[in-house]
């Protein structure tokens, strides 16, 4: 129970609690450079963990720590070495002597449009994004994704108008702009692969049958009674409901649906 609160002995009806140290565990301190300052900190931590242990307290440039929300962008160097290296602060686990600063935004002109208004036609992107032709194909923006994104294919893709590939590329961008931050043409790749996929799904990809069925249910009032009473139910009300709701079994076949079906679209 090392670390932890143990119950120490004396009057058997009033324990009093007692707190173990805890055990002591030799860390090896390396050096990193955070915007120039010299730090030692643990080794095999995040970059961001790193930054935190050397003082700096994350307000921006930190979000999911999970690698998804793409707000920790960072940039650094390694001793001897000539790359300009890039990475996810919360991901990338620090090297010694790497130099690094954070990069959490870097500034992009995101086009302003109304989607309702935009048709399936790639006319729509280069007009919104002409940049889009200005890409001289040197592939800086492939190498520094964090997502191994293949950025510059996407782009081609949208040069060819094969919104629907490029949808497909880049469906894994976590809009972290460290490919914005090194591209000769000066364009802003993530608004324009975000662009493609919202064209894409709102006006190329299959609808889906389900989708269009539980859409006209809603439309045809169907939930509205049993969605007032729930509405209007108290929390005892509510709290009975949810404990007798009949939950799906372990092993049932996909076609399983519960006896009560006043809020399935089917009925
Ligand atoms: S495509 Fe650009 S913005 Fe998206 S994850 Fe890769 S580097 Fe980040
Ligand atoms: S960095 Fe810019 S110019 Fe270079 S390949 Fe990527 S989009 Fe094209
Ligand atoms: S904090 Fe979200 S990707 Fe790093």
Redesign the pocket.
């Known amino acids: 129970m090392a670390g932890a609160e143990k119950r120490k002995g004396g009057n058997p009806g009033v324990a009093t609690l007692e707190k173990e140290t805890p055990p002591r565990v030799k860390v090896k301190l390396i050096p990193i450079f955070v915007m120039g300052k010299r730090y030692m900190v643990p080794e095999g931590l995040t970059i961001m963990k790193a930054m935190e242990y050397a003082g700096y307290k994350f307000i921006r440039g930190c979000g999911c720590r999970g690698g998804v929300c793409?707000a920790c962008?960072t940039v650094y160097r390694k001793p001897g070495d000539y790359k300009i290296y890039?990475g996810l602060a919360c991901q990338t686990v620090i090297e010694p002597d790497m130099y690094l600063t954070q990069m959490p935004f870097y500034p992009a002109n995101r086009a302003s449009f109304n989607l309702e208004n935009l048709t399936s036609a790639p006319e729509e992107i280069n007009k919104l994004y002409p940049e889009l032709f200005r890409c001289v194909a040197c592939n800086a923006?492939?190498k520094?994704?964090?997502?191994?994104?293949e950025?510059m294919d996407?782009v081609s893709y949208l040069k060819q108008g094969n919104i629907a590939k490029a949808v497909e590329l880049?469906f894994?961008?976590?809009?972290?702009?460290?490919?914005?931050?090194r591209c000769f043409a000066e364009m802003p790749?993530?608004h324009i692969?975000q662009l493609a996929r919202r064209i894409y799904g709102a006006k190329i990809s299959p609808r889906s049958k389900h989708l269009i069925e539980a859409d006209e249910t809603i439309e045809s009032g169907k939930y509205e009674e049993p969605l007032r009473k729930l509405m209007s139910a108290d929390e005892k009300e509510l709290r009975k409901l949810y404990q007798e709701r009949e939950t799906e079994p372990l092993e049932t076949g996909d076609d399983w649906q519960p006896k009560k079906t006043e809020y399935l679209s089917i009925s």
Do not use: E
């Not at 520094?144 to 994104?149: A, G, L, R, T, Y």
């Not at 894994?172 to 931050?181: V, Y």
């Open positions: 793409g962008g890039t923006c492939t520094v994704c964090p997502m191994n994104i950025v996407t880049s894994d961008c976590i809009q972290c702009g460290l490919c914005a931050s790749q993530y692969f």
